[in-house]
């Protein structure tokens, strides 16, 4: 089994920061991708960033210099630390971890970025 907590979302007005974290716990071994994804209201659940084998990083390119991913190992947790935030960056994120041929989501988190 396998658990994913996330943490850090909220609301925040357009410019502002917010930094989401997943703690994976439970039976852990060999994660090839930590990553983020996001759901907006009546939209399909898209990428946001993720990182491969703790080593390369993909990012959206809606997010690309605002949006930063980052993973510590020894916690097996992944970090998106969001800055300049917009509000069509509302959504519900959700964390995910790969490993082999399963995939793990977390329960999501809300941002709500408005003025």
């Known amino acids: 089994q396998v658990q994913l907590v996330e943490s850090g979302g909220g609301l925040v007005q357009p410019g502002g920061s917010l930094r989401l974290s997943c703690a994976a716990s439970g039976s852990i071994f060999s994660i090839s991708v930590m990553g983020w994804y996001r759901q907006a209201p009546g939209k399909q659940r898209e990428l946001v960033a993720q990182?491969?084998?703790?080593?390369?990083?993909n990012y959206a390119d809606f997010v690309k210099g605002r949006f930063t991913i980052s993973r510590d190992n020894a916690k097996n947790t992944v970090y998106l630390q969001m800055n300049s935030l917009k509000p069509e960056d509302t959504a519900v994120y959700y964390c995910l971890l790969r490993m082999g041929a399963y995939d793990y989501w977390g329960q999501g988190t809300q941002v709500t970025v408005s003025s």
């Open positions: 990182i491969i084998r703790s080593a390369h990083t």
